[in-house]
């Protein structure tokens, strides 16, 4: 009682800010396409904070190419929608939901959204677990016919699972058997389930084997040419660690390599410099700034951050899936240290054994090597378009055609 209460309150002031505000939008006059699809993730995805939003970016470009209809909403923080990062996506063409009133002086709610749209929907693309998990039913009960993509964007369980072999906490464990437990019963109600990668693929057939349904979808990475301004080896200093802090193995990399990775390589050059950059630095991090090792947080332009470094790091203990960071190195032709974990689903060979490897000793090996090997250096920084081929824009164009069949 006391909830539906509250919950009237809440929609009548959203009602009024909205009229106030002039914020109405005409179901009625949606224009739609020969095949839609609505993409639902946690929040309106921000391309430029992390690499799961960026992936959604490009292959919703891919879709607007391929004339598909493109309906975008996001689970949480519906009345903070950062506008920003609306306007880009319905500058591309998508409608996009927002908190607002129709035609009829009514609050068009995320359940009145798909309601309205779901009887012209051809596919729901569900971003995340929990989000497939809270919405499948939904979209099916209004439309029997629409097909539920579930992508996964990593196997979460995967990546919890790791996190309490780490640590031993037993909460970890916990929320890895949730997770394990809400993933397949996910995977039984989708027509299609889209991973990763081929790795995440072989992990989730340990508990769920119905491969006919699984197709890969990776991160799209565009190799840039170099530039006649690229940085030579001997013109770069500084090493370049990149990722945002809302994710947990991020902090522990950073961590690891404060406490235990770089006071190895300052043993053997102690003027080398760090440089942290991603969003949401928590306490923990922030504390760790100091000459050496330098906490920038979110910058709007991260190339040049990736121009200016002599070597990426991404000393990551556990995760899952495919590291964005790692592909946007080489799209910038800079060489990477990181772990087997960091490096999966990428082919580094035959560099691997001079970028791998998992123990605070060999990360800092790799790092002093790479630093001053010039000769090493160019080898791997020419090698980064054949590392990132597999993650063309064309070949994830071949695989959005398997799933949503659009030469049909």
């Known amino acids: 009682m006391f909830t539906t209460l509250k919950l009237a309150f809440k929609y009548h002031f959203l009602k009024k800010k909205l009229r106030n505000s002039n914020t109405y939008f005409n179901l009625k006059n949606i224009n739609y396409q020969n095949k839609n699809v609505l993409i639902i993730d946690s929040i309106i995805p921000e391309y430029n904070k992390d690499s799961g939003s960026r992936r959604l970016l490009e292959i919703i470009k891919l879709l607007l190419k391929n004339k598909v209809g493109v309906f975008l909403m996001a689970d949480k923080k519906e009345y ?4 920003e990062y609306i306007k880009t996506y319905e500058d591309l063409g998508v409608i996009v939901y927002q908190p607002s009133i129709d035609s009829d002086n009514k609050l068009i709610t995320k359940h ?8 012209n929907l051809h596919y729901a693309w569900l971003h995340r677990p929990d989000v497939f998990m809270k919405y499948h039913a939904i979209i099916k009960k209004t439309n029997k016919n629409c097909q539920l993509i579930y992508d996964m964007v990593d196997f979460h369980y995967l ?10 906490i037993k909460k970890f464990k916990i929320d890895a058997e949730k997770h394990l437990k809400m993933e397949v019963e996910n995977c039984r109600k989708a ?5 990763i990668s081929e790795n995440d693929k072989k992990y989730l057939r340990n508990y769920y084997n ?3 349904k699984m197709v890969v979808i990776g991160n799209v990475h565009k190799f840039l040419q170099k530039p006649k301004t690229f940085k030579t080896f001997t013109n770069r200093k500084q090493l370049l660690f990149v990722g945002g802090f809302k994710h947990l193995p991020n ?8 406490n235990e990775v770089m006071p190895l390589v300052w043993e053997q050059d102690p003027s080398i410099e760090l440089i942290i950059v991603g969003s949401h630095p928590t306490p923990e991090i922030l504390e760790l700034h100091s000459g050496k090792f330098i906490i920038k947080g979110f910058v709007d332009d991260i190339s040049k951050y990736f121009s200016d470094a002599k070597l990426f790091i991404a000393p990551l203990r556990y995760g899952a899936g495919i ?15 990181t772990t087997e974990v960091g490096a999966e689903g990428f082919n580094f060979s035959p560099y691997s054994i001079d970028m791998i490897a998992n123990s605070a000793e060999g990360l800092a090996s790799n790092i ?8 090493l250096w160019n080898a791997i920084s020419d090698h980064s378009d054949k590392i990132i081929a597999p993650f063309s824009i064309s070949h994830i164009e071949s695989q959005l055609e398997t799933v949503l069949q659009l030469k049909h």
């Open 80 to 83: 903070r929608y950062k506008k």
């Open 112 to 119: 009145i959204f798909i309601k309205t749209i779901a009887p």
């Open 159 to 168: 990546r919890l699972i790791r996190q309490w072999e780490q640590h031993k």
């Open 191 to 195: 027509d299609q389930i889209i991973l």
């Open 210 to 212: 119905q491969e006919s």
């Open 251 to 258: 902090i522990d990399a950073v961590l690891f390599c404060h």
């Open 323 to 337: 590291k964005g960071k790692i592909g946007q190195s080489f799209e910038h032709s800079l060489p990477v240290v």
């Open 368 to 375: 002093i090597k790479l630093y001053e090997d010039e000769k």
